[in-house]
């Protein structure tokens, strides 16, 4: 990432391309749910939502469902600090979850090649 960015800068950029990455579980089910009905597939989104800022590592794995291609790759560990730097980042302490968000990147870097 790009060290000449402001420190709010680059952990907005970190936390939303975690985001992507413990929410891309929604799409295949999403896309079923959206075919079926579009009130299922906003209940899906919200329910993986809310087990992230519940910090409910549980809940989010049956939210995302099976069929989720890296679910066996986020240990509960990942999923925490994952919560953990979200939170940092809202409340401003930027460098703290920058150096949290960077740790976790690296592990799924994989998923970008």
Not at 11 to 23: C, G, N, P, V, Y
Not at 75 to 102: H, M, P, T
């Amino acid at each position: 990432m790009n060290q000449n960015l402001p420190s709010y800068k680059q952990a907005a950029i970190s936390i939303a391309i975690l985001t992507i990455i413990f929410t891309a579980g929604m799409t295949d089910g999403y896309r079923c749910c959206a075919r079926r009905s579009k009130q299922s597939a906003e209940m899906k989104r919200e329910r993986v939502m809310s087990s992230i800022e519940g910090a409910d590592f549980d809940q989010w794995r049956q939210s995302v469902g099976p069929e989720y291609v890296m679910l066996s790759d986020i240990a509960k560990e990942d999923f925490r600090e994952f919560v953990i730097a979200r939170k940092l980042a809202r409340s401003g302490r930027y460098e703290k979850s920058i150096i949290l968000a960077n740790k976790l990147k690296i592990k799924f870097d994989k998923y970008f090649a």
